[in-house]
C-alpha cells in the first residue's frame, strides 16, 4: 500500500497509531508472504575491510580487531554444513575485502553450486561493474547490499570516502544484470532524523528491493560513535512495519544486529509486528571450539549477538511460522 511522506511521519511518532500499524503490518505480511519463513545460513568469510565507516567495529582504523579470512576449502565445507541442514540460500558475507579476487568468488560460487541445490546471496560490498557480472555468471543469485540512510549529507560523514549516488547507482547495475537484489538502512545513527527515516522508506517503496535487510545501530567501542546511544527499539521496530505496508512482499530479515539490541525476544517481535519473514542465523563455527569462535569472530558490532540456526528455529515455532522448504527467491519474481 503506497504511502506518502506525511503519513510515514505520522506512524513514526504517534505512540496511538501503533496497534494500527503493527496489525496493518501483519495482515501485509500474512496476504503477499504467508506463514511461512526462510532461512539463510550466513558464512562470515573475512572481517577484513578497506572502508573506515564510522558505525562499524570492522573499520579499517580499528586497529585492536582481530582479523580472519577463511580458506577456500574452509568455505566450501561450511556450505556442506548448511546445505545439509536443509537451508537453501547461502550467504557470503565479507567486508569489502579485496584480498579474495573476482576468479577465487567465481570458483567458490561454481563449486557450492555444482555441489548443492542451493541459492547464493552475496553481500561483499561494492566491488566494479564487472565483477558484479561474472559473479552473477557463475551463479550467484542475489546480491545484499545496504543503503544505510537516504540522507545523502549523513551517508558520506558515516562512510568517509563514499558517496550514496553510487551506491543508489551499483544497486540498480545489479538489478540491471539480473540479481535479486538487497538494500537496507540503520536506524539510530547519530544526526539521523524522523524526516530521513520516512526519506528510506520512501526508497524502498520506490525500489521494491527483493530483500531488505534493516538493523539498529549499535555503539561499537572501538570506534569513533562509541558514546552515541543504540538505536531505538520501539522505533525500528515501526520502521520494519512500514517497510513492510510499502513492498508488500518483499523478502524482511530480522537481522542479527536486532538479537544485539534485545536477544531473542527482539526478532520475534519483528515476526509478529514488524512484518519480517525471513532470519539469517549465523553459520560460522563459533561452538566448535573456543579458539575458532576467536577466529571466525565478525564483530561488526560489540558483542553483537549471532543467532543460531537452533535459535532460529525456537523464534519462528514462537511466532507461529513454517519453515519454507524451498529456496525463497524474491516474491516478486513470480
Ligand atoms: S559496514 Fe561493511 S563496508 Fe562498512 S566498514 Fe563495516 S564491513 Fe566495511
Do not use: W
Amino acid at each position: 500500500m503506497p504511502l506518502v511522506k506525511k503519513e510515514i511521519i505520522h506512524y513514526l511518532t504517534d505512540k496511538t497509531a501503533e496497534d494500527e500499524l503493527f496489525s496493518k503490518a501483519d495482515d501485509t505480511r500474512k496476504q503477499y508472504c504467508g506463514d511461512t519463513a526462510n532461512l539463510r545460513g550466513v558464512i562470515h568469510f573475512s572481517n577484513y575491510c578497506r572502508c573506515d565507516d564510522l558505525y562499524c567495529g570492522l573499520r579499517k582504523s580499528n586497529k585492536e580487531m582481530k582479523r580472519f579470512r577463511m580458506d577456500t576449502e574452509t568455505i566450501i565445507s561450511l556450505a556442506d554444513e548448511i546445505a545439509k541442514n536443509s537451508i537453501k540460500t547461502i550467504v557470503l558475507q565479507s567486508g569489502e575485502d579485496v584480498f579474495y579476487s573476482c576468479k577465487m568468488l567465481c570458483q567458490i560460487i561454481k563449486e557450492i553450486k555444482r555441489l548443492h541445490d542451493v541459492a547464493i546471496t552475496l553481500s561483499l560490498g561494492e566491488r566494479s561493474c564487472d565483477d558484479y557480472k561474472r559473479l552473477y555468471e557463475a551463479g550467484a543469485d542475489r546480491y545484499l547490499m545496504k543503503h544505510e540512510t537516504m540522507n545523502e549529507e549523513l551517508y558520506e560523514k558515516m562512510r568517509p570516502g563514499r558517496k550514496l549516488k553510487d551506491r543508489l547507482k551499483a544497486l540498480e547495475y545489479l538489478r540491471e544484470i539480473g540479481f535479486q537484489v538487497g538494500t537496507g538502512n540503520i536506524v539510530g545513527l547519530p544526526g539521523q532524523t524522523i524526516e530521513d527515516l520516512a526519506k528510506d522508506i520512501l526508497f524502498f517503496q520506490d525500489f521494491q528491493p527483493d530483500m531488505i535487510n534493516i538493523g539498529p545501530f549499535i555503539p561499537h567501542k572501538q570506534t569513533p560513535l562509541k558514546d552515541y546511544p543504540p538505536g531505538d527499539f520501539d522505533l525500528m521496530l515501526k520502521v520494519f512495519a512500514l517497510t513492510r505496508i510499502v513492498t508488500l512482499n518483499t523478502h524482511i530479515a530480522a537481522a542479527n544486529t536486532v538479537a544485539t539490541l534485545r536477544p531473542i525476544e527482539g526478532q520475534y517481535l519483528c515476526f509478529v509486528k514488524g512484518g519480517c519473514n525471513v532470519l539469517m542465523p549465523n553459520c560460522n563455527p563459533f561452538a566448535e571450539s573456543k579458539e575458532k569462535k576467536v577466529e571466525f569472530e565478525f564483530q561488526c558490532a560489540p558483542k553483537k549477538r549471532y543467532v543460531s540456526v537452533d535459535e532460529a528455529k525456537e523464534i519462528l515455532k514462537m511466532a507461529g511460522r513454517k519453515i519454507a522448504q524451498d529456496k525463497g527467491h524474491s516474491l516478486k519474481r513470480r
